[in-house]
């Protein structure tokens, strides 16, 4: 038991039941009391104003609320009904006592039919929030299967593409190199030999990665704790994040979160989310990484928020930044986004894009299913 609920008052004693019920109660008790007992019609509303805080107790406390405002009620208006204290109500006797007795019906059948009500809309506010986790975790699971098929179709693409070209380059590399072996150092067709190499480079390093996207099932799953690698990747990246005049900073809310997954693959998925945040932002600035968990639909994920200071991201491109070849960057291949999408699909998670916590800059979230 926190200490906020070892100080807490019990209903009777709190500013609610004090403005609803014993306030009320006092003030017409105050009025019989005081009115003299010629004025009788004044008496037979001061009666039935007794049932006002009855039937508000009953809305907000339940059956104790309207049951404590009955007996309470019936308590102070007994002295005025049948003594001779200050003034005596000038009623039958039998109307008096009647009175009493439906205060308390009243109490229970409205108490009764409150805490109905109270359940029932407990029950209805369950049941839409259930409905609200379904269609949630529906829309998930259609987003998956979309991107799913879509990158489906780019595995299959690539790999045809990186088999059918991976043969040539390598010829026309070994082809290079011989012609680079037959040129002397100081003639001027060397240069164009040399930006032939490094072309032919940059060329099977982008061959590398459509191999890399095609073939992002052969993961190799072991025990790992995502805090740990988070804290390896910042780092690793501290040094180049400096250099731009960047500030890191990583926050573990759960200190043990625990996944099956592929340490590298996952490694790498962070690495590309982080370079491009500092990408964004060429004049410094903040990147914020923090783990925590979430539950969407029916089940419970870490997430990994990924938050820089940049421009943000327009509304129109936050689909498109995961397409193949799509890139905002002016020499980006429009890979590292697929690629680190296809490897957190084969976690069984997703990417999301949305704007920072202040409306602004960017924030990129992977959920890795927890079990």
Not at 54 to 68: C, D, P, R, T
Not at 141 to 148: D, H, S, T, W, Y
Request: negative net charge; proline residues 4%; glycine residues 8%.
């Amino acid at each position: 038991m926190t200490q906020a609920e070892r100080t807490k008052l019990p209903w009777f004693l709190s500013w609610r039941a004090l403005l609803i019920l014993w306030l009320p109660i006092a003030l017409v008790t105050f009025f019989h009391y005081f009115t003299g007992a010629k004025h009788h019609w004044l008496h037979d509303i001061f009666r039935r104003l007794y049932y006002i805080p009855i039937v508000l107790g009953a809305f907000q406390f339940g059956l104790k609320g309207s049951l404590g405002a009955s007996i309470v009620a019936s308590l102070v208006y007994l002295p005025h009904a049948f003594t001779y204290f200050f003034e005596r109500d000038p009623g039958a006797s039998i109307e008096k006592i009647l009175e009493m007795l439906l205060y308390n019906i009243i109490a229970l059948i409205t108490g009764v039919l409150a805490e109905r009500e109270q359940k029932e809309r407990h029950r209805q506010e369950l049941i839409a929030k259930q409905l609200k986790e379904t269609i949630e975790e529906k829309k998930l699971l259609e987003e998956q299967l979309i991107r799913a098929g879509k990158l489906k179709a780019l595995g299959e693409l690539t790999a045809g593409i990186a088999h059918e070209l991976k043969n040539p380059i390598a010829s026309i590399k070994g082809a290079a190199e011989a012609i680079a072996d037959e040129i002397a150092e100081d003639s001027p067709r060397r240069k164009l030999v040399e930006i032939q190499q490094k072309e032919l480079k940059r060329l099977s390093k982008t061959l590398d990665q459509f191999l890399g996207f095609a073939r992002p099932g052969k993961f190799l799953k072991r025990q790992m704790d995502l805090c740990d690698l988070l804290h390896h990747v910042v780092g690793l990246m501290e040094t180049q994040a400096k250099k731009k005049h960047i500030q890191m900073e990583a926050t573990c809310a759960v200190p043990e979160a625990s996944i099956q997954g592929d340490r590298d693959q996952l490694m790498q998925v962070l690495v590309n989310l982080i370079i491009n945040a500092m990408d964004v932002m060429p004049d410094g600035g903040d990147v914020r990484i923090d783990l925590h968990g979430e539950e969407l639909g029916n089940k419970g994920y870490w997430v990994i928020d990924i938050t820089d200071s940049g421009p943000g991201i327009p509304e129109d491109l936050r689909e498109r930044i995961f397409d193949f070849f799509f890139s905002t960057k002016e020499n980006g291949t429009g890979l590292g986004l697929p690629i680190s999408l296809n490897i957190v699909d084969g976690h069984g998670g997703f990417i999301r894009v949305n704007d920072g916590p202040d409306g602004q800059h960017t924030r990129i979230s992977v959920h890795i299913p927890c079990h």
